[in-house]
């Protein structure tokens, strides 16, 4: 029998995640535009979103093992609490001109070594709020709250164009991290995993968990892939808001900037996700089409990113619909799916391994975005990347269905 969703905790989480997902999306739309117009450079706009990441790429795998073994819920709201205090820093640092590209630095990897724990400790903690005969319906509510969270971007900007300045945009981002920190200190679930007494020291625990993943085919075989989609994804991402920049020649015909544009485009995206989750938390996809489904989406996606900034901007704004449907589609099939196979035990080491190496796979495409985008046009880039997407599609995720199938269509 289906238990009721929105517990205690469930709303808590939900809630929180709101609050703090705003925090995100402001922060990464502020230090990027921070960055462009400070040098006006594709590579050091890269740099700095590699130096937000870098961190992620051990962070996460070594947090892994000790997400298994303490309380989840107190790394959460303990690591807001610390972003809060961090961007009220940055807000003080440019509001009385002491700003410099070294603490700039320094807080980018701050910030990417707190979000790389976070995220393990956070995707590890929430399946366990999630009641019995409830993953599909919470992961569909999991994936409508970035959309919800983004459409604070719009909102950024035009702050930021009224101002001129970016620095209100970190003091909200401070206050966001700590109601979202507060939220989560409420949260009184049951740890029973912390409660186990681990007779195995660190790195026991930590070549456990590897063993675990490379043992289990299906799972390995969704990892890689999605390695190698960070890698499209980061170079698209990535040359998105370089590419509206520099060619504000090509939209004279639209009455508002680029940058305005560029947050339009990205917003609509976020739509087309919040209309995919909301339609899948109404309906459910039957379970033995699901990984069929994931394949037709992960291929058609490769296709809209690569043609989407090619069209006028009423089916470029229509695409871009669209390719958030499918996105939440793919994330909501993949996470409930996986996250509902690994065992509560060792949920937290593969995290931190799928996040370490999607975060490499992300660092790689914005490095290559950094360098190709200085010399080859945005689009031309995309295209490449979208096409060698469409090619692991095919040699990682359909040759390997066999044991992908049992994790993506499981009764869930």
Known sequence: MTEKLWTKNFTIITL????????????????????????????????????HNLPKIVTPVLAGP???????????????????AIYIFMFVILATDKFNFGILIAVSLIIGSIDGIYVVAY??????????????????????????????????????????????????????????????????????????????????DFAEGIKYIKGEKGLWTITKYFFISGVSMGTMMTLMLPYFKHHPHLYTNVPIDVITLYTIT????????????????????PSEKKFTIALIVYSSLTFMHAIKLFMPVPLMLTIFFVAGMFSVTSYNIRVSSTQSYVPDTLRGRFNGVFSMLSTVGSIVGQFVAGVCGEFAPERAIIIGAMIVDFTCVMLIMYRGRNHVKPIYNQEI
Not at 20 to 46: K, P, R
Not at 66 to 84: M, N, P, T, W
Not at 269 to 281: I, K, M, P, T
């Open 16 to 51: 929180g995640s709101v609050v703090s997902m705003l925090g995100h999306m402001i922060s990464n739309f502020a230090i990027g535009l921070l960055v462009l117009e400070q040098t006006d450079s594709t590579f050091m706009y890269s740099f700095f979103m590699i130096m």
């Open 66 to 84: 000790i997400v298994d073994r303490i309380e989840r819920k107190k790394i959460v709201y303990g690591l807001d609490f610390c972003s809060a």
């Open 123 to 204: 995707e590890s903690l929430y399946p366990n709020l999630i009641t019995k005969g409830n993953f599909r319906k919470a992961y569909s509510v999991s994936s409508m709250l970035s959309p919800i969270a983004s459409f604070m971007q719009p909102v950024a900007s035009a702050v930021y164009n009224l101002l001129g300045t970016v620095a209100p945009l970190f003091a909200f981002n401070g206050i966001a991290f700590f109601i979202a920190a507060c939220f989560e200190t409420q949260i009184n679930h049951r740890e029973e995993h912390s409660e186990i007494k681990h007779q195995k020291r660190y790195f026991s």
């Open 266 to 285: 990205t917003t609509v995206g976020l739509l087309g996700r919040f209309a995919g989750g909301f339609v899948q938390y109404k309906y459910k996809i």
